[in-house]
């Protein structure tokens, strides 16, 4: 089916894509995250020489930065190869949130905080997170914020509350959303984006979120922080004052693309997995798991979902380019609740169809469901994408609110 959207370039890559992850990926990757993930820093790093030995690393990057040149259709279908394995994104340096920082530092950083800070980034020497969530208030609406920036001659001085800051632990730097004009009486134009390096003495990091009985560690973690009178230079703001939110949406349209088709490969994983299980569990001496008509219907359905579910991303991919992410909008609402409720179904029936196996450790199956259960919260919960798509569809027939 994704014949329909390969273009020349990518014809021979995906393959080569592929190759690499089951020769060098999959057959380490459960041992990789059953452990502490520090302890296998060096075998990602080498890894990732791997991919640069043959020119595989950072799909979406220029070839002159380091990358292979890849626009949004074509990237979107190297994410979903990339997807079927929970380190797949990592090794090729292209995961959340590190592809988002690059996306909107290439746009609007600085000539310097570009030489500091996203030419390593795009190298991969070091990672980055993004600091908006606040636990005391309510994330779906943004608006509502508790951290300030507040200058003092050439410095901004920072103090907040931060959580859900994605694999903080180990990064180099952040990004951080604060408030820097309060009174504005627009909300939208009240917070400002500044980059932290987490090395600053203003800024800790309280601890790792437990999540699902596991904190992680390193980049598979997702954090609380706090800054204190964190002091960083006006030099460190991203694009100009007041421009956070603007900023923040540029950052998201492409990000929903990229989870999407992550989500899409995890789900082709799982369904390998569960078709694979199907054939070869005997019920008896005479039957198989897979001869049983309910568990026929739930690989057919599964089916049928993944692949409407590819082509609805790749479709917003190709307006998003043609059109750009504003006129795609209603799209992207689309495919963010409709991707994320396709993965939670396919992940549960791989993992029923395991049996008790399927909530164990021994397979992928359940890393993803407790990892991925995130996707119908973050980018924007499913309801929120719901109400704004009916709104749009409705403003049609002339309901205004
Ligand atoms: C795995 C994961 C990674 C994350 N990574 C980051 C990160 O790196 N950086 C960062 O800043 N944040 C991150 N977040 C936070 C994420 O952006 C927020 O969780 C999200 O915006 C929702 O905010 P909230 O959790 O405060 O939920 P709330 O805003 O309190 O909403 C709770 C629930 O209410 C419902 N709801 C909300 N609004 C509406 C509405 N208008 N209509 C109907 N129902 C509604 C939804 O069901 C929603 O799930 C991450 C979250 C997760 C789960």
């Known amino acids: 089916m994704t014949e329909l959207f390969l273009t020349e370039k990518l014809k021979p890559l995906l393959p080569q894509y592929q190759d690499f992850l089951k020769k060098e990926v999959y057959p380490i990757e459960l041992g990789i995250i059953t452990r502490p993930f520090r302890q296998s820093l060096s075998i990602i790093k080498a890894l990732r020489e791997k991919a640069k030995a043959q020119k595989l690393f950072a799909p979406h990057l220029s070839p002159k930065e380091g990358g292979v040149g890849l626009n949004l259709m074509e990237f979107a279908q190297v994410s979903e190869v990339l997807g079927t394995s929970p380190l797949g994104h990592l090794i090729f340096n292209c995961n959340a949130p590190d592809i988002g920082n690059m996306e909107l530092m290439h746009q609007f950083a600085s000539a310097d905080l570009k030489n500091k800070y996203l030419h390593p980034l795009m190298n991969g020497d070091i990672r980055s997170c993004f600091a908006m969530t606040e636990p005391e208030f ?24 931060k959580w859900f800051t994605t694999a903080a632990d180990g990064a180099n730097f952040t990004i951080v959303m604060a408030v820097t004009d309060g009174r504005n009486v627009n909300p939208y134009l009240r917070a400002s984006m500044i980059l932290v390096p987490l090395d600053n003495p203003g800024f800790e990091l309280a ?30 703001l991203i694009g100009e004052e007041g421009q956070g939110f603007a900023l923040a949406q540029a950052r998201l349209g492409p990000g929903r693309i990229h989870h999407c088709m992550r989500w899409i490969g995890i789900c082709e994983r799982a369904f390998d997995l569960m078709c694979h299980r199907a054939a070869t569990r005997k019920l008896n001496d005479h039957q198989f798991l897979g001869q049983q008509q309910i568990i026929q219907a739930w690989i057919a359905e599964c089916r049928a ?55 164990t450790d021994d397979t992928l199956l359940s890393f993803w469901y407790r990892h991925e259960r995130g996707a119908r919260i973050y980018d924007g919960p499913d309801e929120v994408h719901k109400v704004s ?9 002339g309901l205004e609110k």
């Open 138 to 161: 309510a994330g779906s609406n943004p608006v509502n914020m508790a951290t300030t920036a507040v200058r003092e001659g050439e410095h901004y001085v920072i103090n907040g509350h």
């Open 207 to 236: 601890r790792n979120i437990s999540i699902m009985g596991d904190a992680g560690e390193d980049y598979f973690s997702h954090a609380e922080v706090r800054f204190t009178n964190c002091k960083v230079p006006v030099a460190n």
């Open 305 to 359: 979902n993944i692949n409407a579910a590819r082509l609805m991303v790749l479709h917003t991919a190709h307006k998003m380019e043609k059109e750009g992410a504003k006129a795609a909008k209603e799209e992207i609402s689309t495919i963010k609740f409709f991707v994320a409720d396709v993965l939670m179904k396919t992940l549960d029936r791989a993992i029923q169809l395991h049996g008790a196996l399927g909530i």
């Open 389 to 397: 798509l009916a709104k749009a569809i409705l403003k049609n027939y």
